[in-house]
């Protein structure tokens, strides 16, 4: 008499070819979930961070923070800049001795990573490649000075406009940023970096 009580190895194998085909599938269906709506993995392209951040240095950006509140004022931010930082162009031409206080209408697809240093309603001036706010200096942040650079001496102020935020990189003479093309609407504002995971050594959070 067949014992009928196990079933055939082929069976089993197809059965648990599916199971880990189904696991497989949700964890990417998790993975793309959280990515698109919770936790951005981001990789830094550039040197326009430096000290703070360096060329290949990964972080993570939350997406969700931003829903609950306005950012700060020194947060480092994932965002879309305007179309004029493709062209490295101001949405309207600065007065002398001043920064790009306007930016075009339409954003980039480019992702970028700066920090912010001017919020709505805020003067800005750059002197000696350092951040005055309303008059007085507001820079506190570990960065790379340069006095001497194109766009390290704009004492002229400008006014952020309602509901924009002026992005600079840390690394002040070699960052392509706000000073060029402008403030970032805070629509177009990812999310905050807030950890960074790789390389190793540099484990830790922003």
């Not at 648990?16 to 698109?36: D, F, H, N, P, R």
């Not at 992005?167 to 706000?178: L, V």
Request: aromatic share 8%.
């Amino acid at each position: 008499m067949a014992d009928g009580g196990s079933a055939p190895a082929s069976e089993s194998t197809k059965n648990s070819l599916i199971e880990l085909v189904t696991i497989v599938a949700i964890a990417l269906g998790l993975a793309l979930l959280i990515q698109a709506f919770l936790v951005k993995p981001f990789r830094i392209p550039s040197q326009s961070m430096e000290p703070t951040l360096d060329v290949g240095q990964r972080v993570l950006v939350d997406r969700v923070r931003f829903r609950f509140r306005d950012p700060h004022r020194g947060d480092v931010v994932v965002f879309k800049p305007p179309h004029g930082a493709d062209l490295n162009e101001c949405g309207k031409p600065p007065e002398p001795g001043q920064a790009c206080a306007a930016a075009t209408a339409t954003r980039s697809n480019t992702n970028f990573i700066k920090r912010v240093v001017g919020l709505p309603g805020d003067r800005i001036s750059i002197q000696r490649g350092r951040v005055y706010v309303n008059g007085k200096l507001s820079d506190p942040w570990k960065i790379n000075k340069d006095a001497s650079c194109g766009i390290c001496n704009l004492p002229k102020p400008l006014t952020v406009p309602p509901g924009q935020y002026y992005m600079m990189g840390d690394n002040r003479g070699e960052s392509a940023d706000s000073r060029e093309w402008g403030p970032v609407p805070r629509k177009w504002i990812i999310g905050k970096a807030f950890f960074t995971y790789w390389p190793p050594k540099r484990i830790g959070t922003l």
